[in-house]
């Protein structure tokens, strides 16, 4: 029998606002232990939550951009349960009024488009980090991140295969980047990953029994730890066994999922309304006004892109994956680069170079402008495309303009014939093998002559001038 | 008549015109303290150094002319559920037994900028769970017109120390009335205001949709005084009312001609006692004389009450009291084997009885396959008693009914039995269901104790209350008759200082 998975995620994303989400602190990664915290956020008695309207805010764009409803009336409630890093003993969170419900995103597979389903986006607090690692006895408690804004994004259970839940993950960290209410690190636990995962037989609509996924901490584990699980229920299915409900650890160096052994199916969490905050109205008015501030999201880059600027789908999605790329390339069009070989400089050569160097866009010296110079230049024939190559490097590298370096190096491209007809002639009469070669009629040859006589000039011939220059002299036309 | 046995407002006319300095006010409460606290009991800390200091700093204030506001140099305690920075706030829990606060209550703070000089933090019942003040870690508070008796609770110990001259007035909180059921059983003033008029940060939280802090005095001009300076929104605490707050001095005006007053009969069923009624009945009849007109009215959920609270107010508690739990602050047990065995040790050996039990209940009300049955049933109900109510006040400015079933109770009479000590509250329950404004003020005597009569008003109508009270007030005297201990007090002051003016 196939069986196909069922695969729905829960995405916890912090809200790169300036103070947490109940408290004045700050919510800024890092800082000494117990520096970002106050009476409040620590759950001393007697204090009292004041939601930060700037998470709100955050959480319906957030919303907004991902095709959600936003509620009109929605409410915090409490989530209660022990654990030393939660200083209230409960966590202020969402239950069954969630901020944002019933949205999507759209994903490309090598099947063509797939819309991922997005139950609920409810806004949440994070709790703080126990330290147990070089603590002789005990462990230590840093209560910096209790408090900061958090949302769960959970996703319906659309997804059908390891590599769509990495497209998705990849979709969903991309909209929040361009959002900007996130920076959306996994690996500083600013995006994070559970699965929910069970198999059926292929083509049944009925699910099969669910295990919960934890401990993902990249968008390759997650694809790993749902292939590792999909085969490992398939193989207790297919040996008669039953999948048991419960949660499981993915262990990264070993590559398996176990587990947990943990009391966490039974817990109860006893939600109910938090009497210390208000519920919240959220008017049309208020919708419109986040609406109006969302930037351009990536679909809408895309289909611009594509439609636009006629750049290929692959280029165009390359490009809109990468926020800082994409902009970019919109600012050197906007300084009047042709659309598309400015795609193809930053595709190719700009790509090529900050892989290289390990770089981001924002930590080489060039400015779209440049590029857009650089294009011209081109164009304008004041420089051969081989010549730009070094040219974009040197602008990389000193964020001096293109014209400049051109000038400096006197890299200016010969468009004088007589000039070149001399240095042409040099090149027949120092290689008269291949001469002789082409006026055998092998005309290839030529492609070497043309080699030569670049090289004499250090690349500064004009090709095509150089090639006509060549074939005339050979074909004796001169 | 000592310092200590007048109210704020007698007092502000001695400081401002220069007849007793507020050093002296703030020694004539510590002497009373040292005389009498050994039998009343009503405070956990007396913070001495600081009242003295804080006298001084009135006194110079005065002295350099800067404008005296009514309750500059007042001394005031404040019960020991409200925090207080640098000074220890218990709830009167072993949990929170060393708990010192490094931030104030935005009451306290309104208090101390409005002058009021700190003389302790009061006893209650653990967390404010209990009606007789018997549940504290620190032992019980007793009541200063018997000492055999209960305060009543759980703010026992403001209201025992503002009946005993031990503080001029005092804060206590409400959550199903815990400010008028003492203040019923010491003869002082007690108003619950309306939910969300006074902030409630920094106020421990038992239940917090319920819990509301309010004053004790002496009389209804000082309880109008410490409202002005405690009631107004507070951006710290979203629950509270941006409703603006009038000068509540100006409702205190002894006219209360065409007054509509309603009398819940639900509150006159049994188990009021004969003596609080008889007392009840003649201040409505009192009420009626000066021109209010007095009608009998329904209000049919009452008998629900009792039950949603006790669903409700635990619930909120489960979950309020969860943070107990030795891992940042407060108590923690020793010899624990994991965390989880630590939260188990130190929540049961932090906690008392009572607490715990309540802990339990609202747990079990709100876990999963109860919570429909129990919690959300109760939410249902609540709104079929603040109906009741709305419906009243379509017809009454306000209702009048006994504060408490009966007079104080003797010390141990309920201890050993939850549910008669919960029927205590059967009066005030449902007005802090309802979220409503009410006031207990003193009507009369039965056995030689107080008894409380409650107003109750709509929605931000405490002016309505201040002004009954203030003309009931007007035509009798409960209000200025003082314990017996006060006055031996007095008495053997007056001996020792005999021989000196004989010369
Ligand atoms: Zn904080």
Same mark, same amino acid.
């Given at each position: 029998?196939?069986?196909?998975?069922?695969?729905?995620?829960?995405?916890?994303?912090?809200?790169?606002?300036?103070?947490?989400?109940?408290?004045?602190?700050?919510?800024?990664?890092?800082?000494?232990?117990?520096?970002?915290?106050?009476?409040?956020?620590?759950?001393?008695?007697?204090?009292?939550?004041?939601?930060?309207?700037?998470?709100?805010?955050?959480?319906?764009?957030?919303?907004?951009?991902?095709?959600?409803?936003?509620?009109?009336?929605?409410?915090?409630?409490?989530?209660?349960?022990?654990?030393?890093?939660?200083?209230? !003993?409960?966590?202020?969170?969402?239950?069954?009024?969630?901020?944002?419900?019933?949205?999507?995103?759209?994903?490309?597979?090598?099947?063509?488009?797939?819309?991922?389903?997005?139950?609920?986006?409810?806004?949440?607090?994070?709790?703080?980090?126990?330290?147990?690692?070089?603590?002789?006895?005990?462990?230590?408690? !840093?209560?910096?991140?209790?408090?900061?804004?958090?949302?769960?994004?959970?996703?319906?259970?659309?997804?059908?295969?390891?590599?769509?839940?990495?497209?998705?993950?990849?979709?969903?960290?991309?909209?929040?980047?361009?959002?900007?209410?996130? !920076?959306?690190?996994?690996?500083?636990?600013?995006?994070?990953?559970?699965?929910?995962?069970?198999?059926?037989?292929?083509?049944?609509?009925?699910?099969?029994?669910?295990?919960?996924?934890?401990?993902?901490?990249?968008?390759?584990?997650?694809?790993?730890?749902?292939?590792?699980?999909?085969?490992?229920?398939?193989?207790?299915?297919?040996?008669?066994?039953?999948?048991?409900?419960?949660?499981?650890?993915? !262990?990264?160096?070993?590559?398996?999922?176990?587990?947990?052994?943990?009391?966490?199916?039974?817990?109860?969490?006893?939600?109910?309304?938090?009497?210390?905050?208000?519920?919240?109205?959220?008017?049309?008015?208020?919708?419109?006004?986040?609406?109006?501030?969302?930037?351009?999201?990536?679909?809408?880059?895309?289909?611009?892109?594509?439609?636009?600027?006629?750049?290929?789908?692959?280029?165009?999605?390359?490009?809109?994956?990468?926020?800082?790329?994409?902009?970019?390339?919109?600012?050197?069009?906007?300084?009047?680069?042709?659309?598309?070989?400015?795609?193809?400089?930053?595709?190719?050569?700009?790509?090529?170079?900050?892989?290289?160097?390990?770089?981001?866009?924002?930590?080489?010296?060039?400015?779209?402008?440049?590029?857009?110079?650089?294009?011209?230049?081109?164009?304008?024939?004041?420089?051969?495309?081989?010549?730009?190559?070094?040219?974009?490097?040197?602008?990389?590298?000193?964020?001096?303009?293109?014209?400049?370096?051109?000038?400096?190096?006197?890299?200016?491209?010969?468009?004088?014939?007589?000039?070149?007809?001399?240095?042409?002639?040099?090149?027949?009469?120092?290689?008269?093998?291949?001469?002789?070669?082409?006026?055998?009629?092998?005309?290839?040859?030529?492609?070497?002559?043309?080699?030569?006589?670049?090289?004499?000039?250090?690349?500064?011939?004009?090709?095509?001038?150089?090639?006509?220059?060549?074939?005339?002299?050979?074909?004796?036309?001169? | 008549?000592?310092?200590?046995?007048?109210?704020?407002?007698?007092?502000?006319?001695?400081?401002?015109?220069?007849?007793?300095?507020?050093?002296?006010?703030?020694?004539?409460?510590?002497?009373?303290?040292?005389?009498?606290?050994?039998?009343?009991?009503?405070?956990?800390?007396?913070?001495?150094?600081?009242?003295?200091?804080?006298?001084?700093?009135?006194?110079?204030?005065?002295?350099?002319?800067?404008?005296?506001?009514?309750?500059?140099?007042?001394?005031?305690?404040?019960?020991?559920?409200?925090?207080?920075?640098?000074?220890?706030?218990?709830?009167?829990?072993?949990?929170?037994?060393?708990?010192?606060?490094?931030?104030?209550?935005?009451?306290?703070?309104?208090?101390?900028?409005?002058?009021?000089?700190?003389?302790?933090?009061?006893?209650?019942?653990?967390?404010?769970?209990?009606?007789?003040? /018997?549940?504290?870690?620190?032992?019980?508070?007793?009541?200063?017109?018997?000492?055999?008796?209960?305060?009543?609770?759980?703010?026992?110990?403001?209201?025992?120390?503002?009946?005993?001259?031990?503080?001029?007035?005092?804060?206590?909180? =409400?959550?199903?009335?815990?400010?008028?059921?003492?203040?019923?059983?010491?003869?002082?003033?007690?108003?619950?205001?309306?939910?969300?008029?006074?902030?409630?940060?920094?106020?421990?939280?038992?239940?917090?949709?319920?819990?509301?802090?309010?004053?004790?005095?002496?009389?209804?001009?000082?309880?109008?005084?410490?409202?002005?300076?405690?009631?107004?929104?507070?951006?710290?605490?979203?629950?509270?009312?941006?409703?603006?707050?009038?000068?509540?001095?100006?409702?205190?005006?002894?006219?209360?001609?065409?007054?509509?007053?309603?009398?819940?009969?639900?509150?006159? /069923?049994?188990?009021?006692?004969?003596?609080?009624?008889?007392?009840?009945?003649?201040?409505?009849?009192?009420?009626?004389?000066?021109?209010?007109?007095?009608?009998?009215?329904?209000?049919?959920?009452?008998?629900?009450?009792?039950?949603?609270?006790?669903?409700?107010?635990?619930?909120?508690?489960?979950?309020?009291?969860?943070?107990?739990?030795?891992?940042?602050?407060?108590?923690?047990?020793?010899?624990?084997?994991?965390?989880?065995?630590?939260?188990?040790?130190?929540?049961?050996?932090?906690?008392?009885?009572?607490?715990?039990?309540?802990?339990?209940?609202?747990?079990?009300?709100?876990?999963?396959?109860?919570? =429909?049955?129990?919690?959300?049933?109760?939410?249902?109900?609540?709104?079929?008693?603040?109906?009741?109510?709305?419906?009243?006040?379509?017809?009454?400015?306000?209702?009048?009914?006994?504060?408490?079933?009966?007079?104080?109770?003797?010390?141990?009479?309920?201890?050993?039995?939850?549910?008669?000590?919960?029927?205590?509250?059967?009066?005030?329950?449902?007005?802090?269901?309802?979220?409503?404004?009410?006031?207990?003020?003193?009507?009369?005597?039965?056995?030689?104790?107080?008894?409380?009569?409650?107003?109750?008003?709509?929605?931000?109508?405490?002016?309505?209350?201040?002004?009954?009270?203030?003309?009931?007030?007007?035509?009798?005297?409960?209000?200025?008759?003082?314990?017996?201990?006060?006055?031996?007090?007095?008495? =053997?002051?007056?001996?020792?200082?005999?021989? =000196?003016?004989?010369?």
């Amino acid at each position: 029998m196939r069986y196909e998975m069922v695969v729905g995620l829960e995405v916890h994303i912090e809200l790169s606002t300036e103070s947490k989400m109940f408290c004045d602190c700050s919510a800024k990664f890092g800082g000494e232990a117990n520096t970002h915290v106050c009476p409040v956020c620590l759950g001393m008695p007697g204090v009292l939550p004041v939601p930060n309207k700037k998470a709100i805010d955050y959480a319906m764009r957030a919303s907004l951009a991902l095709n959600c409803q936003i509620a009109p009336f929605t409410k915090f409630d409490r989530k209660n349960y022990h654990y030393p890093d939660m200083p209230k !003993d409960y966590q202020i969170s969402q239950y069954d009024k969630p901020i944002g419900s019933n949205g999507y995103v759209v994903i490309r597979t090598d099947k063509g488009d797939r819309r991922i389903g997005i139950r609920r986006l409810h806004m949440e607090e994070d709790t703080g980090k126990s330290l147990h690692e070089g603590v002789a006895a005990g462990s230590l408690l !840093d209560f910096n991140r209790a408090g900061v804004p958090l949302i769960e994004i959970v996703s319906e259970p659309d997804i059908r295969t390891a590599e769509e839940a990495r497209l998705y993950l990849q979709k969903i960290r991309t909209i929040m980047l361009y959002t900007g209410v996130s !920076d959306v690190k996994m690996e500083e636990g600013s995006m994070r990953c559970d699965a929910n995962i069970s198999l059926r037989p292929e083509g049944s609509s009925e699910f099969g029994t669910l295990v919960e996924i934890k401990n993902m901490n990249s968008f390759r584990s997650v694809q790993r730890a749902l292939e590792y699980e999909a085969a490992r229920q398939q193989s207790v299915l297919e040996s008669g066994g039953r999948i048991v409900r419960e949660t499981r650890h993915w !262990d990264e160096g070993r590559g398996v999922t176990f587990s947990s052994r943990s009391k966490e199916e039974a817990h109860d969490y006893r939600y109910f309304p938090d009497p210390d905050l208000v519920p919240l109205e959220i008017n049309q008015e208020w919708v419109d006004e986040v609406r109006r501030a969302l930037p351009e999201l990536p679909d809408q880059r895309f289909r611009r892109y594509v439609e636009e600027y006629n750049l290929p789908a692959y280029d165009a999605r390359v490009l809109v994956e990468d926020l800082a790329l994409a902009g970019f390339f919109d600012e050197a069009v906007a300084a009047g680069a042709n659309p598309k070989a400015a795609s193809n400089w930053i595709m190719v050569d700009l790509q090529g170079l900050l892989k290289g160097e390990g770089k981001s866009i924002s930590e080489v010296k060039i400015k779209p402008s440049h590029l857009t110079q650089l294009i011209d230049l081109i164009e304008k024939a004041t420089i051969s495309g081989k010549i730009a190559k070094d040219v974009l490097v040197e602008v990389c590298f000193t964020g001096k303009d293109p014209e400049s370096v051109v000038k400096e190096k006197g890299l200016v491209q010969i468009t004088d014939e007589s000039a070149l007809i001399k240095a042409a002639e040099e090149v027949l009469a120092a290689n008269p093998g291949p001469v002789e070669d082409y006026r055998k009629g092998k005309k290839n040859a030529i492609g070497f002559l043309v080699g030569q006589l670049m090289k004499a000039t250090r690349g500064k011939a004009n090709p095509g001038l150089a090639n006509d220059i060549l074939r005339k002299l050979l074909d004796g036309s001169v | 008549m000592s310092l200590c046995d007048l109210t704020a407002h007698e007092l502000h006319k001695l400081f401002s015109s220069g007849e007793a300095s507020a050093t002296e006010i703030a020694e004539a409460h510590l002497e009373r303290i040292e005389a009498i606290e050994q039998e009343v009991r009503a405070y956990v800390t007396v913070t001495r150094d600081r009242l003295l200091e804080a006298a001084a700093a009135a006194d110079k204030a005065r002295q350099s002319g800067e404008v005296i506001g009514p309750l500059t140099g007042i001394p005031m305690a404040i019960k020991d559920n409200i925090v207080t920075q640098g000074v220890k706030t218990t709830c009167a829990s072993r949990i929170l037994e060393n708990f010192i606060p490094p931030y104030n209550a935005t009451v306290v703070d309104r208090l101390y900028n409005a002058g009021g000089c700190l003389v302790g933090k009061a006893n209650m019942d653990e967390f404010a769970m209990g009606s007789s003040c /018997e549940h504290s870690h620190f032992g019980p508070t007793h009541n200063p017109w018997d000492t055999g008796r209960v305060p009543g609770g759980s703010s026992g110990g403001s209201a025992a120390a503002v009946a005993a001259g031990e503080a001029v007035f005092a804060l206590g909180s =409400d959550t199903g009335g815990s400010i008028r059921q003492p203040a019923s059983f010491c003869g002082v003033v007690g108003m619950k205001p309306t939910y969300g008029r006074v902030s409630r940060y920094g106020l421990v939280a038992f239940a917090s949709s319920l819990d509301q802090i309010g004053p004790f005095t002496r009389d209804i001009t000082d309880c109008a005084l410490v409202l002005n300076a405690i009631c107004g929104h507070d951006p710290r605490d979203t629950t509270s009312a941006s409703e603006p707050v009038p000068d509540f001095t100006e409702s205190l005006v002894p006219d209360i001609c065409g007054m509509r007053l309603g009398v819940p009969r639900e509150y006159f /069923e049994e188990g009021l006692s004969k003596g609080v009624r008889e007392a009840v009945n003649s201040a409505i009849e009192l009420l009626a004389e000066m021109g209010a007109t007095v009608e009998e009215c329904s209000l049919p959920h009452t008998r629900y009450a009792l039950s949603t609270y006790y669903l409700i107010a635990p619930a909120e508690a489960s979950s309020n009291l969860a943070r107990y739990d030795g891992v940042r602050y407060g108590y923690r047990a020793s010899g624990a084997r994991d965390f989880v065995d630590m939260y188990k040790k130190t929540r049961y050996e932090g906690f008392g009885p009572e607490v715990r039990r309540r802990i339990m209940l609202g747990t079990y009300a709100l876990s999963a396959g109860y919570y =429909d049955a129990y919690y959300l049933k109760a939410l249902k109900v609540r709104t079929l008693i603040c109906k009741d109510f709305d419906n009243a006040f379509d017809k009454f400015d306000a209702l009048v009914t006994p504060t408490a079933p009966t007079v104080a109770f003797s010390l141990g009479e309920k201890a050993a039995d939850p549910l008669s000590m919960y029927l205590s509250d059967i009066c005030t329950i449902p007005v802090n269901l309802a979220g409503l404004p009410a006031l207990s003020v003193t009507c009369g005597f039965n056995e030689g104790m107080p008894v409380g009569l409650q107003l109750i008003g709509p929605h931000f109508a405490e002016g309505t209350l201040l002004r009954l009270g203030y003309a009931l007030e007007q035509s009798t005297d409960f209000h200025r008759r003082r314990p017996p201990l006060t006055k031996t007090q007095e008495w =053997d002051r007056n001996m020792e200082e005999a021989p =000196d003016n004989a010369v």
